[in-house]
C-alpha cells in the first residue's frame, strides 16, 4: 500500500510564490486544522510564514517545530489567550480593540518586546466575520491611549472579504480596505502592510493592492 505522510501540493505552491513575487506580496501559509507532518513539508519547500486561527492549536506546533518559523495569529484572539503566544509571535492580524492591544501590550512588555499588530477591519456583508467598523477605527486611532502602548506597533490591516461567487462585491471590499489602509498610512508611519487575500479570492486582492495573502486549503491535497 502506498502511504502518502503528507499531502501538500508542491506545484501549486511553487506556482503561487512565482504568481505573488510581481506584487512583493508575502505567503502566509495557513496551518489551522493541518497535522505537522504538513506543516514540516512546507518548511522542507523554503516556507517560513505560518498562520493559525487558534492559540491553542499554535502553541504546540510552535514548541514542536524549528525555530525560524513566523507565526502568524489571524483568528479571533481572546485577550487571556494572548499571554502564551507573546513570547514568540511574529504578527497578529486580528486586532479589533482598544483592550486587546492593551493586553497585548501588557504581555509583550513582559517578554521585553514589540509585537507588531494589524487592524482587522469588518469589510464583508457577513454579521459573523470579526473586525472593526470605520467609525471604530477612527475612535481607536484618536484614543490618546494608545501612544502609550510602547510594546505594540500597529504596522498594517488585515480583512476578509464576503463568502460569495460576486467577485465584484469582493473587489469592491477589498478596494475600499486599501484605500482605507492609504488613509491611516499618512497618519501612522509603521503602516506597511496589507493583509487580504485568501484561496479563492488572493487574485483579485493582489490586484487591489494587497501585500500579504493568508493561503490554506489551496496549498494541500
Ligand atoms: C482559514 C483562513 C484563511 C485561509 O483560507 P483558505 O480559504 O483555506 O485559503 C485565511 N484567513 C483566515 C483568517 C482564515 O481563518
Not at 489551522?32 to 493559525?52: H, S, T, W
Amino acid at each position: 500500500m502506498v502511504y502518502l505522510r503528507y499531502m501538500v501540493h508542491a506545484e501549486v505552491i511553487a506556482q503561487l510564490l512565482e504568481e505573488l513575487k510581481p506584487y512583493g506580496a508575502t505567503l502566509v501559509a495557513v496551518t489551522k486544522l493541518r497535522p505537522m507532518e504538513d506543516l514540516q513539508a512546507l518548511y522542507q519547500m523554503g516556507l517560513r510564514d505560518f498562520g493559525e486561527n487558534r492559540v491553542q492549536e499554535m502553541r504546540p506546533k510552535q514548541e514542536a517545530l524549528p525555530k525560524d518559523i513566523r507565526w502568524h495569529l489571524i483568528g479571533h484572539l481572546q485577550t487571556n489567550k494572548v499571554k502564551y503566544i507573546a513570547p514568540f509571535v511574529e504578527l497578529i492580524h486580528s486586532v479589533d480593540s482598544l483592550r486587546l492591544l492593551q493586553e497585548i501590550n501588557k504581555q509583550a512588555a513582559k517578554h521585553q518586546r514589540t509585537i507588531p499588530c494589524l487592524l482587522q477591519m469588518h469589510i464583508a456583508q457577513e454579521e459573523t466575520k470579526f473586525g472593526m467598523s470605520e467609525q471604530e477605527l477612527f475612535e481607536l486611532l484618536e484614543n490618546p491611549q494608545l501612544v502609550e502602548l510602547e510594546n505594540i506597533r500597529i504596522v498594517g490591516m488585515m480583512g476578509m472579504a464576503s463568502n460569495t461567487t460576486d467577485m465584484d462585491q469582493v473587489r469592491r471590499e477589498f478596494a475600499g480596505l486599501r484605500k482605507l489602509f492609504e488613509a491611516i498610512k499618512e497618519a501612522l508611519p509603521d503602516i506597511h502592510i496589507l493583509s487580504m487575500g485568501m484561496s479563492n479570492d488572493y487574485r483579485i486582492a493582489l490586484e487591489e493592492g494587497s501585500n500579504m495573502v493568508r493561503i490554506g486549503s489551496k496549498l494541500f491535497g
